[in-house]
Each structure stands twice: as structure tokens, then as C-alpha cells.
């Protein structure tokens, strides 16, 4: 199983493409995102804003969610702010913790570009009965 | 007490701009934010993305987080999506749950356009020993 | 419809009879249970055991959730601790926030016995295709 | 530094003991505990109650969250809920995610005898400024 058609999806989400968020790679139960900071995903006082942080996290795990077969919906996330970011790389790693039936469960860790881990994300994901074709 | 100087603050938010999201009000311990849904705030499958749902809420708990008067940090965020978002105005009005000394909680409700409820998100602030002039 | 048969199950839990817990009331989307502080609820510094308090307000999502005519069961639950626990007695108001086909989802107040706020819990259900008699 | 002062309070947690949970390691950043799954720990439907799960990880996250010589008090915790618990024994494993002069954040797993993820727990805590000792 590849996951040409997840990929093709995530490739064509206009608010990650607007934020200038990348897929770097999708398995099963798996993917990597990652973005460049820029100017303009700072906040008010000169961070990068956690809506950027989280946007990011949210792809990765939606990717990995994806990945094994059936659509997969977020029900519910959260994030853990650890390390204010000032600029870098960014990159998400979204792993699987649990996938049930009806119910699956992602953990993402964000990184920056000195490999500091700078926030943690947990998705749960409801999973329908289609077949999504991967 | 007026809240001028947070409110300048987060006039100047980047990825908020970036975003199409506007700040509305501000009060002690509250505040909300609107975004008009665009073309380029969907995802891969034509639905509104999380990130910019999650990022309306995260901006109007910051928001109200800050308006007592020291700097609020974001320290943890969650957030249920309830309905799928296809387009229109949402809104998101952000309410204190508690506020200690050194931590504080917000309840925030997104709101489409029918008044329906999108979704809800919690956030958890650390409260700074500064006077953020508020 | 009557909420006879959840009920009866609530009132079978043996972990919340050996806490001390008592289901108070129960209707449409919503439920409260309450507990009366005991020496056996402590933790090792003196207060309140936040399992005790997680516990209670666990048992009133659950019987709120099962409300609905439907088995639902808990997927994900989250609690945020606002004021430290020294006695008198704690009451946990369920409401329902949302409830979809698939997944619902509950705000849980937890109040000790002056009315201040203690502690809020937020718990999302999976609910399952059966009829369970309510 | 060894965590003898921390081992104690913790062995006398009135609520822990009463629920049949033991501590049964602490280091720096880290430390578990089990409990052998009993009659009194059954919810209505027979199965173990959530509660009693997510209280033995609460312990162990606060075992090791006051592991690094300062008390830390418990702000906010989310569990997953994995795989429904019939009896033997639970174990759940804390271990630091990150620790910051304020904040710190705890990951706990918890298994079943045979190995298999029950559920996850994710604890955030406030660290005082005092010396508690370890």
C-alpha cells in the first residue's frame, strides 16, 4: 500500500499551502510535515504564533490519521506549548499510538531546527466505514 | 481599565493577519474574534481547515487571557470540533473560567454563521510576575 | 422517556460506591453525582486526591452521555484543577456540549460545598449503534 | 539525590491506598505504579472503571513530577481511553516530556498484563518555588 492519493489530498489543503506548510512524508500510521518560518507567523510580540505551530501538528496527524485505509475525521486535539519559537524550520512527526476500530490516537512531536522539541500534540480521530483508497 | 495596549498587541499578530482573522472585542476576561471563511482556508477535501479554526479560538483566548492586567503565556490548548465548516463568518468568544495567581483558564466557543457551534476549545495560561499595562 | 435503566447500571458501579459517590440525578443530555469528603480521599499532603475528583466527574459524563438511548462510551477526558480540595462535600454537573451520530461531547462542573468552582472536566463519547433502554 | 522524601508522601496518599494503588518506582523525571485489578474497581458494566485508571497514572505522574526537588501541583490532565480493561494487573509508567522553571508535562502509559496500551495520560503541572526535599 502507498499512500499516492492520501498525499495528493494533503497536497491540495489551501491553508497549509497558505501557511507555507510542506508534507514530507506519509506511512502507515505515519507522517512528517514541516514549514520555514517567515515573517508572517509571528504573533504581537515577536513569536511565532501557536495557531502556526498547532496548523502544523493538526496536518501531520490528519496525514497519519488518513493513512490506513478509511477516512479518518479529528474529533479532539491539544497541544502542549514547551519552547517559544523565534525562527528556523519547524517539523512535525506524527506517530500512532492506537488504532481501533472506530477510534484511532496520534502523537505528534514539533521540533525546530537545533532539534529542540518546542511543542507536543495528541489527535483522536474518529474513523469512518469508506475505503479512502490507500 | 481599558484594554488599549493588548488590543494594540494583537492588532499587530501576523499569522492572524495572514490568517483573515480580526480581533472584535476585548473585555477584562474576555474577549472575541471573527475570521470570514476564503477560498484559501480550506483543506485538501473542501471543508474548512482545523488549523484556522483552532488558530480563531487560540487568538481570542490569548486575547482575553491578557486583558488582566499581566502577560499570559499559552501553556496548554484543547480544542472538539463538533460540525464540519463549509463557509460563511465564524466567530469566537472566549470566557474566564478561573483565574489564580499563577494560572488561568479560558473556555472559548466558535460560532458559524447560523449561530451554530462549531467548536470549543479550553486553554491554560501561565501568568507572568510583569504589568503588561493593562 | 425515564432514565430507569442507566439508573440502575450507574447505581451497580462498585468503584464509585467503594469512592463514596452517588449518582443525584440524571435526565435528557445530562447528569450530577455528588461525594462527601471522607479521611480516605485524602492525598499525602492533606488535600484532596485529584483521582477522587477526576472520578466523580467521570461518573456524572458517563451517566449524561448514556442518557441518550444509545451506549456511549468514554474516549478521551480531560480535567483542569482550579482550587485545592480540603473537605465538605463536591458536586459534578454534567451538561451536554454536543451529541452527533457518532460523537459526543460533555463539560463536567465540579463545585465543593460554598459553590466555588473546583475543578471543570470536558469528556468526548464514542456512542455506539445499540439501543440501551433509555 | 535519592527520592526518599517524595516515596514517602507518596506511600501515604490515603486515596491511592484505599483504591489498592502502590508506587513502585521513582527516579528523576520518572516513576510507575500498579494495582491488581479487584471486584471494587468494576464500573456498572463490568469492566474496570476509568476512574481507577486514570488515577493510578495521575499517581505516578505525581510521583514523578515532584521527583526534581520542588513541588509541583497538577494544573491540567487528559487520558485516552485505549482498550477496556477486564482484570490483572495495570501498571502505568510517567515519564518527563519537558520541565521548565514553571511548567513541566508528563506522558504516562498505562498497560494490562499482557503488555497491551490501555490507555495514555498526558499531566501538566505548576512547579513552586519551594524545595520539597528531593
Redesign the interface.
Known sequence: MDNEKVS????????????GITLISIGDGEASASVNVE???????GI?????I???A??AF?AASNSRGRTA????????????VKGGTLTASAKE??C?N??S?Y?VKINDGTGD?VA?F?G?A?RKDDNNGN
Open positions: 495528493r489530498i494533503f497536497s491540495k489543503d489551501k491553508f497549509a499551502l497558505a501557511s515573517e508572517k507567523h509571528y504573533n504581537g510580540v511565532v504564533q501557536g495557531g502556526l498547532f496548523t502544523l493538526d496536518f490528519a475525521v479529528a474529533v479532539r486535539c491539544d497541544i502542549s506549548y514547551i519552547k517559544p499510538v492506537s481501533g472506530k477510534i490516537n502523537r522539541l507536543v495528541n483522536t474518529y
